[in-house]
């Protein structure tokens, strides 16, 4: 029987001695298994939840204070100089939303200019509304104006007066042209006449 030499066994032991070095390695590099997540990952906070509030688009906006230069299309109705002749202690300024039911919110509501000069000392206005209401508008506005007193100094085809919450309104016709001008300074058709003559003129009426 053949004995092994001294040096075969070390070779041996040394092989296996690498084997099981190599396998305590991977072993290390093995990764542990992690934690399961117990359930999916909660959801940000959106702006759109419940509590989030967002713009009304048909909401009103404040009404815009009676400050401001007039819309340039009035410089066709009175000149600079046709308000300084009537009196040159009034300016222009922005018009405001006229008193509904008012002969000067009906001329705005059918697409009429709508002016306003204002006292310099006392704010007491000059309110002026030029429209071309069309036909049949017209008849109805002047059936409707024909209920105060005739005035027919003040030109155009027909012109009435009447005292309305205690300003002068004077409304005139001429052509397919509506003209209303009314102030707390008008007494009377003749206070307003000042004002109506240079209008008609301006607009060849």
Same mark, same amino acid.
């Given at each position: 029987?053949? !004995?092994?030499?001294?040096?075969?066994?070390?070779?041996?032991?040394? *092989?296996?001695?690498?084997?099981?070095?190599?396998?305590? !390695?991977?072993?290390?590099?093995?990764?542990? @298994? #992690?934690?399961?997540?117990? #359930?999916?990952? %909660?959801?940000? @906070?959106?702006?759109?939840?419940? #509590?989030?509030?967002?713009?009304?688009?048909?909401?009103? !906006?404040?009404?815009?204070?009676?400050? =401001?230069? /007039?819309?340039?299309?009035?410089?066709?109705?009175?000149?600079?100089?046709? +308000?300084?002749?009537?009196?040159?202690?009034? %300016?222009?300024? /922005?018009?405001?939303?006229?008193?509904?039911?008012?002969?000067?919110?009906?001329?705005?509501?059918? =697409?009429?200019? !709508?002016?306003?000069?204002? $006292?310099?000392?006392?704010?007491?206005? +000059?309110?002026?509304? +030029?429209?071309?209401?069309?036909?049949? $508008?017209?008849?109805?506005?002047?059936?409707? *104006?024909? %209920?105060?007193?005739?005035?027919?100094?003040?030109? &155009?085809? *027909?012109?009435?007066?009447?005292?309305?919450?205690? /300003?002068? +309104?004077?409304?005139?016709?001429?052509?397919?042209?509506?003209?209303?001008?009314?102030? @707390?300074?008008?007494?009377?058709?003749?206070?307003? &006449?000042?004002?109506?003559?240079?209008?008609?003129?301006?607009?060849?009426?």
């Amino acid at each position: 029987m053949r !004995l092994r030499s001294p040096r075969v066994e070390v070779r041996i032991t040394a *092989a296996a001695a690498m084997l099981a070095g190599g396998a305590l !390695l991977l072993s290390a590099c093995t990764p542990e @298994p #992690g934690p399961t997540p117990s #359930g999916g990952a %909660s959801p940000s @906070p959106s702006s759109s939840g419940p #509590g989030a509030e967002s713009p009304d688009p048909t909401a009103t !906006l404040p009404e815009q204070p009676d400050l =401001g230069e /007039a819309a340039p299309e009035c410089t066709d109705v009175l000149s600079a100089d046709d +308000v300084y002749a009537y009196n040159p202690n009034y %300016s222009a300024v /922005a018009a405001p939303t006229p008193a509904a039911g008012s002969a000067l919110a009906e001329a705005a509501d059918l =697409g009429g200019r !709508l002016c306003r000069w204002s $006292n310099d000392t006392n704010s007491a206005p +000059v309110d002026i509304a +030029v429209t071309i209401p069309g036909s049949e $508008n017209l008849d109805r506005v002047e059936e409707d *104006a024909s %209920s105060s007193t005739p005035a027919p100094g003040l030109g &155009g085809d *027909a012109a009435f007066f009447d005292v309305v919450d205690g /300003a002068g +309104v004077a409304q005139v016709f001429a052509g397919d042209h509506w003209i209303v001008v009314s102030s @707390p300074f008008f007494g009377e058709a003749t206070d307003a &006449g000042e004002i109506v003559a240079p209008i008609l003129a301006n607009l060849d009426l």
